[in-house]
């Protein structure tokens, strides 16, 4: 086979990979093998799903989660970023928070739930701070090393310039951090779903992953099914749109 | 690559408090400095007790093997550094943080990578709170001199190590410092290149008129560039030597090749070649 050969062979297996994997899982499901009920056919799941789009329940219910996870991003990072430049750049402050964020980063932020629902009740803000929480961690840290990798020399530079320290630590600093900054993120994008999950299933009154639960109880298997692909595709879209956004960040490479 | 110095620009920059000293008065009075780095290991002493004085308008070269502080001295000068002993006065005045009066081109660009070249060079002047329009005049003017107007919205990484040393130069002169201090800024470069950068430097300083503190461990683009090269020693860094250059002005790199010039780089290789031996005894014996 000539190279030309093999790379076409791999294309075409690449685009039928998910086609040959719906068949099977739809010959599977039929096939009295597996309980349909419980494992139903990809079939029934698509028209779960393209119900619950034309009932209109999908989309207060994305709206719910998309809220959520966005609320939580965008607190949690900002926080992490201002905790991050001042635990790297003044010892201080990295003296004393440093041992105690350390303390807490390990916890995974789905540990919190029983506490937060005694905090917050099932309220939007608890489920934000879930978000915020596993956030937080995840960005500062980022932050923080990027802000020690920032090459000294610059700091010295604006500074012989003239370059107040209010501008050293908000232009200098977090734009020598941002690269890495941005890494931090992105991480934290997919973080914040994993912790939008055990948000919604604490408790809820909208959302997908809250649709997930209620379908769960009333055995609508199909629906379950549904409610995990969209989660996957919102994921992955946000995954990817940050990367696109995150290339634009760091607009200097 | 050439630098076109425009007399006018030069001059409309406007002048400093210094602008008004005689030529004669002495700017920079660094005396009896010892700059101690201390460390896990224990305390190293990297200065020891220099002395020196630099006047008005002056182009001096600190020279010295690898490793013998003058890199730290400079360093002391625009307030990176304090001193463990004694005092560094610039205008009377003594220093105790970097500022703008004194610009710096460090032995790498250092610029910012963020910054189109234009920005880079006007980042001074924006954080001295100038105009709009007197920063765009500052920030043009110069990059018109350094020669990279094709160049002025091109960013650091897009740009060779001269051009990057040179958008360096114009951006630490951007505030019109009295006092330009240079830390191997040519280090880095080939040698083509470097002898360029040294025939711009001598002119940008002839219309300028800035105080020069140069730091190299190249003997010739000392006694090339100085008025006066004050030879270090070995570490812990003190001052072996000064020789006043008293080579005519303006000079080019023809200079190199005049007998006064060989004499002078005689005297100071049999100085650096005894300290730089030292100096490498005693990295073996670290």
Not at chain 1, 48 to 65: K, R, T, Y
Not at chain 2, 92 to 108: E, I, L, N, S
Not at chain 2, 147 to 154: E, K, N, S, V
Request: proline share 5%.
């Amino acid at each position: 086979m000539t190279e030309g050969q093999r790379g076409r062979l791999y294309t075409t297996v690449a685009i039928l990979s998910v086609p040959i994997f719906l068949v099977m899982w739809e010959i599977v499901s039929r096939s009295h093998i597996v309980n349909a009920v419980l494992f139903p056919p990809p079939t029934v799941v698509a028209v779960a799903l393209w119900e619950w789009i034309e009932s209109g329940q999908f989309a207060v219910d994305l709206l719910a989660s998309v809220a959520r996870v966005a609320a939580g991003f965008v607190l949690g990072s900002i926080a992490g970023i201002v905790f991050g430049i001042l635990t790297g750049q003044f010892p201080l402050f990295s003296a004393f928070l440093g041992p105690i964020f350390h303390l807490l980063r390990p916890i995974p932020p789905i540990a919190f739930v029983p506490i937060v629902i005694l905090w917050f009740g099932l309220s939007e803000s608890g489920k934000i701070f879930l978000v915020f929480w596993g956030v937080f961690f995840t960005v500062w840290l980022s932050a923080h090393l990027g802000v020690q990798k920032v090459d000294r020399g610059l700091i010295r530079a604006a500074q012989m310039l003239g370059t107040p320290r209010r501008r050293l630590l908000g232009e200098i600093i977090f734009l020598g951090a941002l690269p890495y900054i941005v890494v931090g993120l992105r991480t934290a994008v997919s973080i914040s779903f994993y912790t939008l999950v055990a948000a919604e299933l604490a408790g809820a009154f909208s959302g997908i992953v809250y649709r997930i639960e209620i379908a769960q109880q009333n055995m609508q298997t199909g629906q379950v099914l549904g409610g995990l692909v969209a989660l996957g595709l919102i994921s992955f879209l946000a995954d990817r749109g940050f990367a696109a956004v995150s290339q634009r960040a760091v607009w200097w490479r | 690559m050439t630098l076109q110095p425009k007399n006018e620009f030069a001059g409309s920059l406007g002048g400093t408090p210094t602008e008004q000293l005689s030529a004669k008065a002495v700017e920079i009075d660094v005396s009896d400095v010892s700059i101690v780095f201390n460390s896990r290991k224990g305390s190293v002493v990297a200065v020891d007790r220099v002395s020196f004085q630099v006047r008005h308008g002056e182009f001096v070269c600190l020279l010295g093997p690898s490793g013998c502080g003058k890199s730290t001295l400079l360093n002391a000068i625009a307030g990176f550094e304090r001193p463990y002993d004694g005092e560094v006065r610039v205008l009377g005045k003594a220093v105790t943080a970097p500022g703008p009066d004194r610009g710096m081109v460090f032995q790498q660009p250092l610029l910012f990578p963020w910054k189109s070249v234009r920005s880079n060079i006007a980042h001074g002047p924006v954080m001295l709170g100038k105009s709009r329009a007197e920063v765009a005049k500052i920030a043009d003017g110069l990059i018109d001199m350094i020669g990279l107007t094709r160049f002025a919205d091109a960013y650091p990484h897009t740009l060779s190590g001269g051009m990057q040393q040179r958008v360096s130069i114009a951006r630490a002169l951007a505030n019109r410092p009295g006092i330009l201090l240079m830390d191997e800024p040519f280090g880095a470069l080939d040698a083509q290149t470097r002898i360029i950068m040294q025939e711009n430097l001598l002119r940008l300083w002839s219309e300028f008129g800035t105080t020069i503190v140069f730091v190299t461990h190249d003997i010739e683009e000392a006694i090339y560039l100085a008025d006066r090269v004050l030879v270090m020693s070995a570490s812990p860094g003190q001052i072996l030597r000064t020789i006043d250059v008293g080579l005519p002005r303006p000079r080019s790199p023809g200079l190199l090749l005049e007998p006064e010039f060989t004499l002078l780089k005689g005297e100071c290789f049999a100085l650096i070649k005894q300290q730089s031996q030292l100096a490498f005894e005693q990295m073996g014996a670290r």
